[in-house]
């Protein structure tokens, strides 16, 4: 037997599709109104196969309401400036969607912000550095969020020293909230409920020009890094194929697999449960958990169709860049690692105002040693040189935006008294 799926709604075939409907039914084996395969979309890359099975009907959505209300909430006068800025600091990007952030506020007109220790990518990000990125990001959500309140922040990084090799108990910032009736709300700010990390085919039709991708730039500030693009057509294919490369090496080597696997949220119950990871929603993942497609054990089955059709994805959504940019530092402490962290969600706010879909391709840049060639030819092709270090790779194009990413209610992100 073969599971059909009849499409309720043709909205069904663009990125939020939470809100539709299918039936699921039975065809005869012969059948050929459907096909064995659909994908599913992951976080990180994607999956599936629906295969033979036998079901009634059913009828299957997904209502992520729950997870996505902290979007909502942000905006909301909570009496206390600290609590407004980082009702919208949460929603920084982040890698994995670990949420790694912890505010302390114990210290009147302050703020003490701590990293989830438990929130680590050990496997993917051994030194942690995209996690310390992650953390920039927020302080500079934070920021904006707070001029936008009329409240200057001072920011003492790692106030108690840089941890090496790896992050510890240390605080990552303290924060000092100053009012000031002249300070002026950040023009990117008003981008930030709108920001989506955009995991989609890009329109093939809409090229990404010059004057855009400068545009991205131009936001930055000194400390930020620097920001540099390719658009044209020789450069966009190699670096397709070195990010292609690099996927293959991250899904293709156990450990690294199955960190992201580990961390798959499949369906309503489980994202609205536990709101980070890589998030599987709609209809057709609910008809994928349903009929144990998508358990950890069949996707880290390097044999497996779903473990193909991840590969399949994933590579689908690289080759559908129209063009690249990269995020350099001229060093690689952690306090460079923090405001490059700044710098990358200013260029994600800009290019949201400009209807661009951004989105990371982190692969090439993890070190782990099997990762170790691909992280060379990537500096080697961004002329990186000495102590510079790329600290951010990302493909851009036009496709739909997508619903907002879950994230984990304010409450839960401050540290108890």
Not at 84 to 95: K, R, S
Not at 371 to 396: C, P, W
Request: hydrophobic content about 40%; aromatic content about 8%; charged content about 20%.
């Amino acid at each position: 037997m073969i599971i059909g799926l009849c499409v309720r709604d043709s909205k069904l075939k663009n990125a939020d599709i939470d809100s539709n409907y299918i039936d699921i039914y039975i065809l005869p084996k012969a059948s050929h109104m459907t096909n064995r395969r659909h994908i599913l979309m992951t976080g990180a890359a994607s999956i599936i196969v629906i295969g033979a099975g036998v079901f009634g009907a059913r009828r299957l959505t997904s209502d992520l309401s729950v997870a996505r209300k902290p979007w909502t909430v942000a905006g909301n006068d909570f009496e206390d400036p600290r609590m407004n800025a980082l009702a919208y600091a949460i929603l920084a990007p982040n890698p994995h969607n670990r949420q790694p952030w912890i505010a302390d506020l114990r210290s009147d007109n302050a703020l003490t912000v701590y990293c989830d220790l438990d929130r680590l990518l050990p496997e993917t990000d051994p030194p942690n550095r995209q996690i310390v990125i992650g953390l920039g990001a927020f302080l500079e959500v934070l920021r904006q969020a707070a001029a936008s309140q009329g409240y200057d922040i001072e920011v003492e990084q790692f106030p108690e020293g840089e941890p090496y090799p790896v992050l510890d108990e240390r605080p990552v910032a303290h924060v000092t909230f100053n009012s000031n009736a002249n300070t002026q709300s950040d023009p990117l700010f008003e981008h930030v409920l709108s920001r989506r990390t955009v995991r989609e085919n890009f329109d093939q039709t809409l090229e990404v020009d010059a004057a855009t991708l400068n545009q991205l730039g131009a936001v930055l500030h000194a400390a930020h890094g620097n920001f540099n693009w390719a658009n044209d057509k020789e450069s966009v294919e190699t670096l397709k194929d070195i990010c292609n490369r690099g996927w293959l090496v991250e899904v293709g080597v156990e450990r690294t697999h199955q960190e992201s696997t580990r961390l798959m949220r499949v369906g309503e119950k489980e994202i609205n449960a536990n709101p980070d990871g890589i998030s599987l929603a709609g209809p057709v993942m609910e008809v994928g958990k349903l009929v144990g497609i998508l358990e950890p054990e069949k996707l880290n089955d390097l044999n497996s169709r779903a473990y193909q059709e991840t590969i399949n994805f994933y590579s689908a959504l690289i080759d559908s860049a129209m063009a690249f940019g990269w995020l350099t530092t001229d060093g690689n402490t952690r306090i460079d690692q923090l405001n490059v962290g700044a710098g990358w969600v200013r260029t994600h706010l800009a290019a949201t105002k400009l209807g661009l879909a951004m989105h990371p391709l982190s692969q090439v840049l993890q070190e782990f040693p099997e990762m170790a060639g691909l992280y060379k030819e990537i500096h080697d092709f961004a002329g990186a040189s000495n102590n510079q270090t790329v600290q951010g790779l990302f493909r851009y194009g036009y496709a739909k935006f997508p619903a907002p990413a879950p994230r984990w209610p304010l409450e839960t992100r401050i540290a108890d008294a």
